[in-house]
């Protein structure tokens, strides 16, 4: 069930990320969860070695409400990140806490603006336009409101069309965006944009008005570390997707 992320071929770890790797990182993970896959892109940003544990999030009615998955993280969602003992949830949260801890290949700029901006960015993402479209929350719409799967789809690209229109604008009006959201060098708010824009695909939200947000997409998925993290590739998918 489980897979050890080793494959970085000619790439020779330092110090610092041999340490990450023998403390011993495993990822509670499921392919297509976009929270999970921020995680990932971090992960794999800063060469941390990690052993991916997949939660099937639909099988037998989603195994993040087994009491194994509760235990480790009572909120019932993925990504959960092991760090030897610890327990660390919140993917914005253990993106923080990666680049506290493996402060090699920040995640954030250096400066205080810098980092009120990227965070900015990754909260449009992450706290206003994610948890809208969520699993349980599309789940409730069908069994509770009986919302079709038709409408259903429409309010995925409502919402994530209304994160966009403002991603757009944060983006293309801002000086200190680059080829990535933050200047020449990939962050957290690319680690949030990317999976969303894979949700934004997913849904097929039309991108015609969102030229700055898909070109740093692109620019993103010339990168190693986020192709690596794609939910296609993940051990986890099913074949069909790969
Ligand atoms: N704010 C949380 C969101 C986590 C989250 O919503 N994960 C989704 C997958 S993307 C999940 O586990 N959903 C399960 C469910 O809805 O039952 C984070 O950033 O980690």
Not at 111 to 139: C, E, F, K, W, Y
């Amino acid at each position: 069930m489980s897979s050890v992320y080793a494959g970085f071929g000619a790439v020779k770890l330092d110090a610092n990320r041999q340490a990450g790797a023998m403390m011993g990182f495993v990822l509670y993970d499921y392919w297509r969860s976009s929270a999970a896959y921020r995680v990932r892109i971090a992960l794999n940003l800063k060469e941390l070695i990690y052993e991916s544990r997949p939660v099937h999030l639909v099988r037998d009615g989603g195994e993040q409400h087994g009491a194994e998955y509760q235990a480790i993280n009572p909120q019932r969602l993925v990504p959960s990140l092991l760090d030897g003992e610890r327990v660390i949830t919140q993917s914005l949260a253990i993106m923080e806490y990666l680049d506290e801890t493996h402060p090699e290949t920040p995640l954030l700029p250096a400066d205080a603006r810098g980092r009120a901006r990227v965070r900015a960015l990754a909260m449009t993402v992450a706290s206003d336009a994610h948890p809208i479209g969520n699993l349980r929350v599309l789940q409730y719409l069908q069994s509770q409101l009986n919302v079709d799967e038709l409408q259903r789809a429409e309010w995925s690209r409502y919402w994530i069309g209304i994160s966009f229109n403002a991603l757009e604008a944060m983006l293309s009006q801002n000086a200190a965006t680059g080829r990535f959201c933050h200047g020449e060098v990939p962050g957290m708010a690319d680690a949030c944009l990317v999976p969303q824009f894979y949700n934004a695909l997913r849904w097929k939200l039309s991108l015609d008005k969102y030229p700055t947000v898909k070109r740093i997409y692109h620019e993103c998925m010339t990168l190693e570390a986020f192709q690596r993290a794609a939910p296609e590739v993940q051990p986890d998918a099913p074949e069909a997707s790969s």
